[in-house]
């Protein structure tokens, strides 16, 4: 008898690291890895990052440059407070473009007065910076930022992107959306995509109403829920360095893929850190379907 309990209790052990294994499944994040001056790294190995899911540790399975097409909706604001800036902003918005050529489809939409779309996903550079060049303040108008993540953000559901992006070019000034800004993060979320911002001049520190106040909720959030960029630039002459930044930033992210366990509650957060000195990394927070690529 006591021969065969030790040979049940052998065998047993012998399968549960196969059993583990089997219950396991590849799941793929895309993060962007930088170095001390801001700038993206060109190598990055799986000892260089960990990944956490609801506080608990998981195994780094691979890291590779990502590959997956761009989609990228490009948001620019021409309301009325461009004036005295617009060639400062068709510039940063000229050399983000030329910087991503060919390597990704590109929609610029304007918010001014309301969101309107100045042209639809492309991958021809020259008709993209006709568009850019033809950006002209609109005179009596506002921002509508809000209204225009949603409308874009509904948009990219629709198109199913492998590696949606939206990229806000903003000036700090008045907002008119009628927005509660939950709603608008719950609509960037469905559609997966990473938002980064460039905000040029002083935020308001004294939030004077619940528009401004709902915005800045939503860049705040926004973009660190989704693992993009927030830049404050102060002076126009610095929005066509940190737009060139940015665009580089996008060319050089990294696919990181790791074990994630078969489990009934499905986790909330995902938390990727650098293991490495001097290194950054940016990374979606939300451990949701949208953010999370299960390989084949």
């Known amino acids: 008898m006591k021969h065969w309990l030790l040979a049940l209790l052998a065998g047993a052990c012998l399968t549960c690291p196969a059993t583990v294994a089997a219950q396991s499944k590849p799941t793929s994040l895309t993060i962007s890895a930088l170095d001390a001056k801001g700038e993206p790294v060109k190598e990055l190995s799986v000892g260089d990052v960990t990944v956490k899911e609801d506080n608990v540790a998981r195994e780094v399975l691979k890291v590779e440059p990502a590959t997956e097409p ?3 909706a490009l948001l620019v604001d021409d309301s009325q407070a461009l004036e005295g800036g617009v060639q400062f902003i068709r510039d940063a918005a000229r050399t983000f473009v030329r910087t991503l050529a060919d390597r990704a489809e590109i929609a610029l939409i304007t918010f001014g007065e309301r969101p309107t779309i100045a042209l639809d996903y492309s991958k021809d550079t ?3 910076e006709t568009a850019v060049n033809r950006i002209f303040p ?3 108008s506002g921002a ?3 209204d225009a993540l949603i409308e874009t953000s509904r948009g990219l559901q629709k198109r199913e992107a492998a590696r949606p992006v939206i990229v806000v070019l903003m000036l700090e000034d008045v907002e008119f959306s009628n ?3 939950e709603q608008v993060l719950t609509e960037i979320e469905k559609s997966g995509a990473a938002l980064h911002v460039v905000a040029i001049g002083q935020p308001d520190a ?3 109403n619940d528009e401004i106040r709902n915005r800045n909720q939503v860049i705040a959030e926004g973009t660190d829920r ?3 960029r927030r830049d404050q630039v102060l002076a126009l002459s610095g929005t066509e360095p940190r737009m060139q930044q940015l665009a580089n930033e996008l060319l050089h992210q990294f696919t990181i893929t790791y074990a994630r366990p078969e489990t009934l509650i499905p ?3 995902v938390e990727v850190s650098a293991a490495r000195p001097r290194l950054t990394v940016r990374a979606p927070k939300r451990a949701s379907a949208a953010r999370t690529r299960e390989t084949k």
Do not use: E, F, H, M
């Open 138 to 140: 609109r005179s009596g």
């Open 144 to 146: 509508y930022l809000l």
């Open 267 to 269: 986790p909330q957060r």
């Open 206 to 208: 004294g939030i004077t």
């Open 70 to 72: 761009l989609t990228v």
């Open 226 to 228: 989704t693992g993009g």
């Open 179 to 181: 927005r509660y800004y």
């Open 126 to 128: 020259r008709a993209l």
